[in-house]
């Protein structure tokens, strides 16, 4: 599921304005996806919450599993 949800999170990356690379979906439970963005998104954290919220738009059309996008670092 991990690799799903990753490579999900990868294709939307750059239409989010994100490097692919560092994107990673590092755990999943209950309907949480817990995402690692890199290091550009951890240092600019007026950004951090648009992203995430279109990281979750996304993921949760392709993966229906999936209720909440949360950020870790």
């Known amino acids: 599921m991990?690799?799903?949800?990753t490579a999900a999170a990868r294709e939307l990356a750059p239409a989010l304005?994100?490097?692919p690379a560092p994107l990673r979906v590092v755990a999943f439970e209950n309907g949480i996806a817990s995402v690692a963005l890199g290091e550009a998104c951890a240092s600019c954290p007026a950004s951090l919450p648009l992203i995430v919220?279109?990281?979750e738009a996304g993921l949760r059309e392709r993966c229906p599993e999936v209720e909440i996008v949360e950020a870790v670092t």
């Open 2 to 5: 991990l690799d799903r949800l």
């Open 17 to 19: 304005g994100l490097d």
């Open 53 to 55: 919220a279109q990281l």
